[in-house]
Protein backbone atom coordinates (compact mmCIF):
# COMPACT_ATOMS: atom_id res chain seq x y z
CA UNK A 1 0.00 0.00 0.00
CA UNK A 2 2.50 2.77 -0.95
CA UNK A 3 0.12 5.40 -0.99
CA UNK A 4 -1.02 4.18 2.63
CA UNK A 5 2.53 4.37 3.89
CA UNK A 6 3.11 7.84 2.79
CA UNK A 7 0.02 8.87 3.92
CA UNK A 8 0.71 7.59 7.52
CA UNK A 9 4.30 8.92 7.62
CA UNK A 10 3.02 12.37 6.32
CA UNK A 11 0.52 12.39 8.73
CA UNK A 12 2.80 11.13 12.13
CA UNK A 13 5.55 13.47 10.62
CA UNK A 14 3.31 16.34 10.51
CA UNK A 15 0.33 15.97 12.97
CA UNK A 16 -2.56 17.20 10.91
CA UNK A 17 -4.52 15.81 8.13
CA UNK A 18 -4.02 19.48 6.09
CA UNK A 19 -0.20 19.66 6.50
CA UNK A 20 0.12 15.67 5.89
CA UNK A 21 -1.77 16.57 2.31
CA UNK A 22 0.40 19.54 1.77
CA UNK A 23 4.23 17.30 2.59
CA UNK A 24 2.19 14.45 0.08
CA UNK A 25 1.93 17.19 -2.75
CA UNK A 26 5.54 18.47 -2.09
CA UNK A 27 6.89 14.74 -3.31
CA UNK A 28 8.26 14.15 -6.97
CA UNK A 29 5.72 14.09 -9.41
CA UNK A 30 5.72 11.04 -10.48
CA UNK A 31 5.64 8.91 -7.09
CA UNK A 32 2.99 10.61 -5.66
CA UNK A 33 1.12 10.10 -9.34
CA UNK A 34 2.24 6.38 -9.38
CA UNK A 35 1.29 5.97 -5.85
CA UNK A 36 -1.92 7.27 -5.71
CA UNK A 37 -2.70 5.32 -9.23
CA UNK A 38 -1.63 1.62 -7.98
CA UNK A 39 -4.36 2.70 -4.69
CA UNK A 40 -6.43 4.05 -6.85
CA UNK A 41 -7.16 0.57 -8.68
CA UNK A 42 -7.40 -1.12 -5.74
CA UNK A 43 -4.22 -3.20 -6.31
CA UNK A 44 -1.58 -0.85 -4.17
CA UNK A 45 0.75 -3.32 -3.61
CA UNK A 46 3.63 -1.43 -4.35
CA UNK A 47 4.78 -3.63 -6.70
CA UNK A 48 5.81 -3.76 -10.96
CA UNK A 49 2.71 -6.79 -10.94
CA UNK A 50 -0.25 -4.32 -10.11
CA UNK A 51 -0.99 -3.70 -13.28
CA UNK A 52 -1.03 -7.38 -14.61
CA UNK A 53 -3.67 -8.19 -11.52
CA UNK A 54 -5.57 -4.81 -12.68
CA UNK A 55 -5.92 -6.66 -15.95
CA UNK A 56 -6.62 -9.96 -14.47
CA UNK A 57 -9.51 -7.94 -12.23
CA UNK A 58 -11.49 -7.17 -14.75
CA UNK A 59 -12.58 -10.44 -16.50
CA UNK A 60 -12.63 -12.07 -12.94
CA UNK A 61 -15.34 -9.46 -11.66
CA UNK A 62 -16.93 -9.61 -15.12
CA UNK A 63 -17.07 -13.68 -14.51
CA UNK A 64 -18.38 -12.94 -10.75
CA UNK A 65 -21.34 -10.85 -11.72
CA UNK A 66 -22.69 -13.35 -14.75
CA UNK A 67 -22.85 -15.89 -12.51
CA UNK A 68 -24.12 -14.20 -9.71
CA UNK A 69 -27.07 -12.96 -11.98
CA UNK A 70 -27.85 -16.79 -13.20
CA UNK A 71 -31.05 -18.03 -12.22
CA UNK A 72 -30.06 -21.40 -12.56
CA UNK A 73 -28.20 -23.86 -10.94
CA UNK A 74 -25.28 -24.92 -11.83
CA UNK A 75 -25.52 -28.42 -14.34
CA UNK A 76 -28.69 -27.40 -15.41
CA UNK A 77 -29.97 -27.03 -18.58
CA UNK A 78 -32.08 -23.41 -19.19
CA UNK A 79 -35.76 -24.30 -18.95
CA UNK A 80 -37.85 -23.90 -22.47
CA UNK A 81 -38.28 -20.32 -22.93
CA UNK A 82 -35.72 -19.04 -20.17
CA UNK A 83 -33.54 -16.19 -20.97
CA UNK A 84 -29.93 -15.98 -20.80
CA UNK A 85 -27.10 -18.65 -21.03
CA UNK A 86 -26.42 -21.42 -18.88
CA UNK A 87 -23.07 -21.52 -17.46
CA UNK A 88 -21.73 -24.76 -15.70
CA UNK A 89 -19.08 -22.67 -13.53
CA UNK A 90 -16.65 -19.94 -13.87
CA UNK A 91 -14.08 -21.45 -16.59
CA UNK A 92 -17.43 -22.38 -19.05
CA UNK A 93 -18.97 -18.84 -18.26
CA UNK A 94 -15.14 -17.50 -19.47
CA UNK A 95 -15.30 -19.73 -22.53
CA UNK A 96 -19.04 -18.73 -23.15
CA UNK A 97 -18.22 -14.81 -23.25
CA UNK A 98 -15.01 -15.23 -24.83
CA UNK A 99 -16.75 -17.22 -27.97
CA UNK A 100 -19.94 -15.12 -28.39
CA UNK A 101 -18.77 -11.75 -27.31
CA UNK A 102 -15.04 -11.74 -28.28
CA UNK A 103 -11.56 -10.49 -26.30
CA UNK A 104 -12.95 -7.22 -25.20
CA UNK A 105 -16.05 -9.24 -23.97
CA UNK A 106 -14.16 -9.83 -21.07
CA UNK A 107 -13.44 -6.60 -20.00
CA UNK A 108 -16.99 -5.17 -20.04
CA UNK A 109 -17.44 -2.60 -17.53
CA UNK A 110 -13.47 -1.78 -17.27
CA UNK A 111 -13.62 1.87 -17.16
CA UNK A 112 -16.86 1.92 -14.57
CA UNK A 113 -14.77 -0.43 -12.72
CA UNK A 114 -11.93 2.22 -12.70
CA UNK A 115 -13.99 4.81 -12.41
CA UNK A 116 -15.34 3.14 -9.19
CA UNK A 117 -12.34 2.95 -7.59
CA UNK A 118 -10.42 5.90 -8.60
CA UNK A 119 -11.96 8.52 -5.93
CA UNK A 120 -12.78 6.40 -3.50
CA UNK A 121 -9.25 5.37 -2.45
CA UNK A 122 -8.94 8.86 -1.73
CA UNK A 123 -11.28 9.19 0.66
CA UNK A 124 -10.85 5.87 1.84
CA UNK A 125 -7.16 6.35 3.28
CA UNK A 126 -8.18 10.38 3.91
CA UNK A 127 -11.38 8.73 6.35
CA UNK A 128 -8.86 5.87 8.08
CA UNK A 129 -6.31 8.52 9.07
CA UNK A 130 -8.06 11.55 9.91
CA UNK A 131 -10.17 9.20 12.20
CA UNK A 132 -6.75 7.26 14.04
CA UNK A 133 -6.04 10.74 14.76
CA UNK A 134 -8.76 12.35 16.04
CA UNK A 135 -9.61 9.19 18.28
CA UNK A 136 -5.99 8.64 19.21
CA UNK A 137 -4.18 10.80 22.57
CA UNK A 138 -0.96 12.87 20.58
CA UNK A 139 2.16 11.30 20.83
CA UNK A 140 0.28 7.77 20.61
CA UNK A 141 -0.36 5.03 18.60
CA UNK A 142 -3.90 4.17 17.89
CA UNK A 143 -5.10 1.59 19.52
CA UNK A 144 -7.14 -1.74 18.19
CA UNK A 145 -10.47 -0.56 19.10
CA UNK A 146 -9.36 3.00 17.09
CA UNK A 147 -8.31 1.18 14.13
CA UNK A 148 -11.25 -1.53 14.08
CA UNK A 149 -13.87 1.74 14.31
CA UNK A 150 -11.38 3.81 11.70
CA UNK A 151 -10.86 1.06 9.50
CA UNK A 152 -14.84 0.43 9.12
CA UNK A 153 -14.95 3.93 8.48
CA UNK A 154 -13.47 4.15 5.51
CA UNK A 155 -14.84 1.33 4.53
CA UNK A 156 -18.62 2.43 4.37
CA UNK A 157 -17.12 6.12 3.42
CA UNK A 158 -15.52 4.29 0.33
CA UNK A 159 -18.42 2.55 -0.71
CA UNK A 160 -20.95 5.20 -0.19
CA UNK A 161 -18.78 6.94 -2.86
CA UNK A 162 -18.62 4.07 -5.25
CA UNK A 163 -22.39 2.62 -5.20
CA UNK A 164 -23.68 4.59 -8.13
CA UNK A 165 -20.53 3.45 -10.11
CA UNK A 166 -20.84 0.05 -9.12
CA UNK A 167 -24.07 0.31 -10.47
CA UNK A 168 -23.38 1.32 -13.43
CA UNK A 169 -20.35 -1.23 -13.88
CA UNK A 170 -22.93 -4.26 -12.76
CA UNK A 171 -25.58 -3.26 -15.85
CA UNK A 172 -22.21 -2.97 -18.57
CA UNK A 173 -21.12 -6.53 -17.17
CA UNK A 174 -24.86 -7.71 -17.78
CA UNK A 175 -25.33 -5.56 -21.31
CA UNK A 176 -26.46 -7.97 -23.89
CA UNK A 177 -27.60 -11.13 -21.69
CA UNK A 178 -30.51 -9.39 -20.50
CA UNK A 179 -31.28 -7.76 -24.15
CA UNK A 180 -30.16 -4.33 -23.16
CA UNK A 181 -27.06 -2.49 -25.33
CA UNK A 182 -25.06 0.30 -24.19
CA UNK A 183 -22.83 2.26 -25.48
CA UNK A 184 -20.35 2.95 -23.08
CA UNK A 185 -20.51 4.15 -19.22
CA UNK A 186 -22.29 7.91 -19.87
CA UNK A 187 -24.78 6.21 -22.18
CA UNK A 188 -25.49 3.34 -19.17
CA UNK A 189 -25.93 6.59 -16.68
CA UNK A 190 -28.24 8.36 -18.53
CA UNK A 191 -30.68 4.89 -19.71
CA UNK A 192 -30.58 3.88 -16.03
CA UNK A 193 -31.54 7.10 -14.57
CA UNK A 194 -34.43 8.01 -17.71
CA UNK A 195 -36.31 4.87 -16.50
CA UNK A 196 -35.61 4.69 -13.12
CA UNK A 197 -34.41 8.02 -11.94
CA UNK A 198 -31.78 9.21 -9.84
CA UNK A 199 -32.82 6.87 -6.75
CA UNK A 200 -31.34 4.22 -9.29
CA UNK A 201 -27.84 4.60 -8.16
CA UNK A 202 -28.90 3.88 -4.73
CA UNK A 203 -29.38 -0.07 -5.58
CA UNK A 204 -27.28 -1.79 -3.33
CA UNK A 205 -25.57 0.97 -0.84
CA UNK A 206 -27.11 -0.90 2.57
CA UNK A 207 -25.74 -4.23 1.69
CA UNK A 208 -22.37 -2.86 0.45
CA UNK A 209 -21.51 -0.63 3.71
CA UNK A 210 -22.95 -3.47 6.03
CA UNK A 211 -20.55 -5.45 4.10
CA UNK A 212 -17.67 -2.81 4.29
CA UNK A 213 -17.84 -2.26 7.80
CA UNK A 214 -16.48 -5.23 9.25
CA UNK A 215 -14.23 -5.98 6.48
CA UNK A 216 -12.61 -3.62 6.27
CA UNK A 217 -12.35 -3.00 10.07
CA UNK A 218 -10.68 -6.58 10.61
CA UNK A 219 -8.21 -5.44 7.22
CA UNK A 220 -6.98 -2.47 8.56
CA UNK A 221 -6.49 -3.83 12.10
CA UNK A 222 -4.49 -6.83 10.70
CA UNK A 223 -2.34 -4.50 8.51
CA UNK A 224 -1.66 -2.15 11.63
CA UNK A 225 -0.58 -5.20 13.65
CA UNK A 226 1.40 -7.09 10.89
CA UNK A 227 3.20 -3.65 10.70
CA UNK A 228 3.99 -3.32 13.76
CA UNK A 229 5.87 -7.06 13.78
CA UNK A 230 7.56 -6.37 11.34
CA UNK A 231 8.55 -2.67 11.94
Known amino acids: MRFSFRLRYALHRHGSPVQSL ?5 MPVEEFVAGWISGAVGLALGHPMDTVKAVVLAPIDLIKVRLQNQLHSYGLRSPAGASGTQYR ?12 EG ?13 RDTPTMAIYFLTY ?5 AMTVQGREP ?7 AGGCAGTASWILATPMDVI ?9 KGVS ?5 DCIRISVRHEGPQVFLKGLALNCIRAFPVNAVTFLSYETILKLIC
Request: charged share 10%; net charge positive.
Open 22 to 26: RALLT
Open 89 to 100: GPVHCAASIFRK
Open 103 to 115: VMGLFRGTWALVL
Open 129 to 133: TSLCQ
Open 143 to 149: GPMTVLV
Open 169 to 177: KARLQMDGV
Open 182 to 186: YHGVL
